[in-house]
């Protein structure tokens, strides 16, 4: 603390040499200060949340495997990453057991550990074709207080599917012990809470309750991604890192209207032909339409070569059928308030930050 001395001011002017002194001393201290923290060396966390606090608006995706962003959300993540946006994506697995599209890389598939490696490659490819340079997985966040080694110990793996009737995922008869299906889903949330304590995203997206077809990965992960938003907002929760709760303005669920199924996916529409992600018009809450992004979110399909065939703008994921690389992309808001576009009759919103108040995690009033 600097202290001033107590002096009389002379008839050179010693009192006013003196409060210019104390002046200096003052400055110096807090440059002293400011040096201090630069040097200081922050922890690789640190660094992450403060350059994602530098973007206004900032948007997180959950997903269970890689792939699943870009199909779903390639040309929002794209969109939004152009804009200025903060992108980050959370992957619960490495698409350990998937089955593997392209010949030459078809042994990769059964070894588990090699197509894991394989599939972070290209979505680290992927990622940088849409513009996101925040990605990661889930099982490297760190619970409250938990030693770097033990959170390296933790490890989500793809838990496998197989095909039900109605093109709908079910379980894989041989799910193994570490699969994500299997994990304790308080603990996962937990982990994900603190990626979100840690980003303060006011929107995140995320898969609807079905998981889109019935993956049992993807049905974990809005388990997952639905309870850490609850975790991150309450200041009480155990076992989440970051001390400061962070409330989530808009939750999204990521869909498809039924109008479009049958250019989707080829079905007529009957009851139990369809996927969960196809929902009636009237829920769709959010179109998000991004046609500058095609040749990213085609790009960012090719780097994920073990998995997707292009042919062009389209793409085969299953079923041997050829589907277009969408570029208008479905949402229906799961919770917080919705701001419908001023100029769409049906009421959809346009943008997914849409009556959020920039900077911050509550919502705004929706605008007319």
Known sequence: MTTVPESEPGPSGEGVETAEALADDILSDVASIVDEAADRELEPQDVEAMDALDSPRRLLLVHAHPDDETIGNGATMARYAASGAHVSLVTCTRGERGEVVDPELAALEGDGPALAARRALELGAAMEALGVADHRFLDDAPLEGESAADTAAVHYEDSGMAWGPGRVAVPAP???????????????????AGVLRAVRPQVVVTYEPGGGYGHPDHVRAHEVAVRAVELAADAGAPRVAGSEPWEVAKVYEGVVP???????????????????????????????????????????????RSQVRLRGAEMMISHDQWLPVWTTEHYRLRTGRPAPAADRADGRETDLFAGVAPGSGRGASPTA
Not at 174 to 192: G, H, M, S, V, Y
Not at 284 to 296: C, F, G, H, I, S
């Open 258 to 304: 039924r109008s479009l199924a049958r250019d989707l996916f080829g079905a007529d529409g009957a009851e139990g032909e369809l996927p969960s992600m196809v929902v009636e018009d009237a829920e769709v809450t959010a179109e998000v339409e991004a046609p500058e992004q095609l040749e990213a979110k085609v790009a960012a399909l090719r780097a994920h």
């Open 174 to 192: 041989d799910t193994a012990p570490t699969a994500f299906a299997r994990a304790d889903p308080e603990e996962a949330a937990a982990r994900l």
